[in-house]
């Protein structure tokens, strides 16, 4: 059965420090994704990628990198936290990008 | 850009009744639409999707389908229950041009009353 795990499931970080989430999947999907999640704006993606090492920007890339050491592992990075960061993030995969995408169970993220 | 338009917020209907939520698309191409539910606490997972016109996706009792002429993709059921209380998101995948990405719209808020 398809899989997408996330890690941590929740984080509470400070203005200004450093926030690593992770996603890891057992799909053998090439492509795979970071979504936040806001009331009232539905998902929209911050990074991309289709292949390891390598990354793309999505709709809302400002203020995250992002990192795709090997097929299975997808990282996003906010180095310096702001409070505007608060939101759920969700990391996907699919096989293709016309295909199914699977999520992991999210990230709920608040900056104080 | 693409963009995907879901016209209800929130939708409150007590069991039994017949849901409709609306959603519209615009995209340069000719995209693939899907329909995903997010049950609280979890991530978004596929209902169904469709890629041509006139095909229609169905599942659980919830189908849609996929108008050119209209872009629009309308989620419907016949009877709902309070297990389909959920979050409904409407979006779409756009071959043309390389991208490689979903389009979601903004969400609705499905509240079933007992």
């Known amino acids: 059965e398809a899989a997408v795990t996330q890690s941590p499931r929740s984080k509470v970080a400070v203005t200004g420090g450093k926030v690593t989430l992770s996603c890891h999947q057992t799909?053998?999907?090439?492509?795979m994704y970071w979504y936040r999640q806001d009331t009232g704006h539905g998902l929209r993606l911050i990074h991309y990628?289709?292949?390891?090492?390598?990354?793309e920007k999505g709709d809302i890339p400002d203020g995250y990198k992002a990192s795709r050491p090997s097929q299975e592992n997808f990282s996003l990075i906010l180095e310096l936290a702001s409070l505007s960061q608060t939101a759920v993030y969700f990391c996907?995969?699919?096989?293709?990008?016309?295909?199914?995408?699977?999520f992991g169970p999210g990230t709920r993220l608040t900056v104080l | 850009g693409d963009s995907v338009t879901q016209t209800e917020g929130q939708v409150a209907l007590s069991e039994e009744d017949f849901l409709t939520i609306h959603c519209n698309y615009s995209a340069s191409g000719y995209p693939t639409l899907f329909w995903y539910v997010q049950y609280p606490g979890e991530g978004p997972q596929l209902l169904f999707r469709?890629?041509?016109?006139?095909e229609k996706g169905s599942s659980r009792g919830f189908e849609a389908t996929y108008d050119k002429g209209t872009t629009s993709f309308h989620l419907r059921k016949a009877s709902v229950q309070e297990s389909d209380s959920a979050v409904y998101y409407c979006?779409?995948?756009?071959?043309?041009?390389?991208?490689?990405?979903?389009?979601f719209g903004q969400g609705t808020v499905l509240s079933v009353i007992p």
């Open positions: 799909n053998n999907h090439d492509y």
């Open positions: 469709a890629s041509r016109d006139k």
């Open positions: 990628s289709y292949v390891a090492d390598s990354t």
């Open positions: 996907a995969s699919s096989r293709d990008r016309l295909y199914e995408q699977y």
């Open positions: 979006a779409l995948s756009d071959s043309t041009g390389g991208n490689n990405k979903l389009t």
